[in-house]
């Protein structure tokens, strides 16, 4: 049946607005999509005949925003989340993260693991996660199945990595070609025309490529990673320019910059491209991912964190640079985008009280990088624009004391001091999602 929800809806069409609807109404039709957003049910064009065949569902004096997206995390990180933050990137890498990573060998500590990150990706309201997982095809492989039984939408990388560290974390490129057609072919079954011609979407749930970053992978790697990506038609995803030592050995390993490496191998904007970090992105870097329009995940708490810099994301977003929101768990200590929102905020106001040449991120840049602009990298995902995937959140704000705020401070005091008590319902692609379940 289709649905109208009503409730007081905002949400960020463009960067600088919100769209503001009190006691608004949005229709979403049986496959999961908006048909309509408005003041009212008239103009909504939901007359009372369609009414007939639509549940009007009344979320009172609640707020319904889209739900968050999280661009760059790492699932098989999660058990470090909040520790091992004494060491530089990549001391960081080898003495805490790969030790942890190797462990993924094992499918049922992977299954552990990754039932508590879908689990608590679902409690903060993050309904589209493009996520690392390990060299692992099997525990890869459980990754995926988690987030399908979920109804949460992923894009989930198998890591392709074999040099610069240790023996367990290193895999063939005849095996990682082999382990990610295995997860591409349970991803696209066969179907037959008039099946695919019917299915309105992708699948909810997509293996993207995913070499870790340059310093792991040597050339073969890197160019088997693009032919992947090219045969199959599928996203890709690394870190860029994150730090100084790495930009250093990128240098040395490759004759050329960062993104230019990435460029030369297919791997940059050749199919559809997020690239984590770019904190130390220079203009020929901005200018060639603005060409072939490579996505940046912007995390500011792994930034600060594994102590890099700071991303010039006011520059990116005047060149028309995608930009969207990642928690990169566990360089990144926080899993809540709401959070990584505040963090992007304060960082970016540090950037500019050190260089006073450019404003600060605001509010709605910030939403609209959770939401609208990091949400174009799934599809149409992130707005309540008519053709949208209805994903959303429904938050129950009565107990954060909001009786003389606007809606937008409420919504700003949601975002600043909120946390998943306030969200009483989710949505992906148009369903009500249940609290996945954790076997501890
Ligand atoms: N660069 C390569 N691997 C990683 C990782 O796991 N985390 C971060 N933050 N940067 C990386
Ligand atoms: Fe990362």
């Not at 693991?113 to 996660?129: C, E, I, Q, S």
């Not at 970016?348 to 050190?354: E, L």
Request: glycine content about 6%; proline content about 5%; some cysteine.
């Amino acid at each position: 049946m289709k649905k109208i929800y009503k409730a007081h809806i905002l949400y960020t069409k463009d960067k600088d607005h919100f769209e503001v609807l009190e006691n608004g109404y949005v229709a979403v039709d049986t496959d999961g999509r908006v048909t309509g957003v408005a003041a009212d049910l008239a103009s909504l064009g939901a007359d009372a005949s369609q009414c007939r065949n639509t549940e009007i569902i009344d979320f009172g004096d609640r707020l319904l925003i889209p739900a968050m997206n999280d661009l760059h995390v790492h699932a098989a990180q999660y058990r470090n989340q909040g520790i091992a933050m004494d060491l530089e990137l990549m001391e960081w890498l080898q003495e805490y993260t790969f030790p942890e990573e190797m462990k993924y060998a094992d499918t049922v500590y992977a299954e552990r693991m990754y039932r508590r990150f879908v689990r608590d990706l679902w409690r903060v309201g993050t309904m589209r996660t493009c996520t690392f997982a390990s060299i692992h095809t099997e525990s890869t492989r459980m990754l995926m199945h988690l987030f399908r039984e979920a109804g949460m939408g992923a894009l989930v990388g198998k890591v392709a990595m074999n040099r610069n560290c240790p023996e367990g974390l290193s895999e063939s490129v005849e095996e990682m070609v082999k382990g990610y057609e295995s997860l591409i072919v349970e991803t696209f079954p066969e179907t037959s025309p008039e099946t695919s011609l019917q299915a309105p979407y992708p699948p909810l749930v997509r293996p993207i490529i995913t070499p870790r970053f340059i310093p792991s992978c040597p050339p073969e790697m890197l160019r088997a990673c693009s032919e992947l990506a090219s045969k199959y038609q599928l996203p890709v995803q690394s870190h860029l320019s994150e730090n100084r030592d790495e930009i250093a050995l990128v240098q040395k390993l490759e004759g050329t910059w960062y993104g230019d490496a990435y460029n030369r191998y297919g791997l940059f904007g050749q199919t559809p491209t997020v690239m984590a970090h770019c904190v130390f992105t220079e203009e020929e870097e901005m200018q060639l991912m603005k060409r072939n329009d490579v996505v940046v995940a912007h995390c500011p708490t792994s930034n600060l964190n594994v102590t890099t810099g700071i991303a010039p994301i006011r520059q990116f977003l005047n060149e028309g640079v995608r930009v969207g929101l990642g928690s990169d768990i566990s360089g990144g200590h926080n899993l809540s985008i709401f959070q990584v929102m505040v963090y992007a905020i304060q960082l970016s106001k540090a950037y500019y009280q050190q260089h006073h040449e450019r404003p600060y991120l605001t509010l709605s840049e910030a939403f609209w990088m959770a939401t609208k602009c990091g949400g174009s990298f799934f599809g149409k995902v992130g707005s309540f624009e008519p053709g949208y995937e209805f994903d959303a959140l429904v938050i129950d704000d009565s107990d954060l004391n909001h009786d003389h705020y606007t809606l937008l401070d409420r919504l700003e005091r949601y975002i600043y001091v909120g946390d998943d008590r306030q969200i009483v319902h989710r949505f992906c692609r148009g369903k009500e999602i249940p609290e996945p379940k954790v076997n501890l």
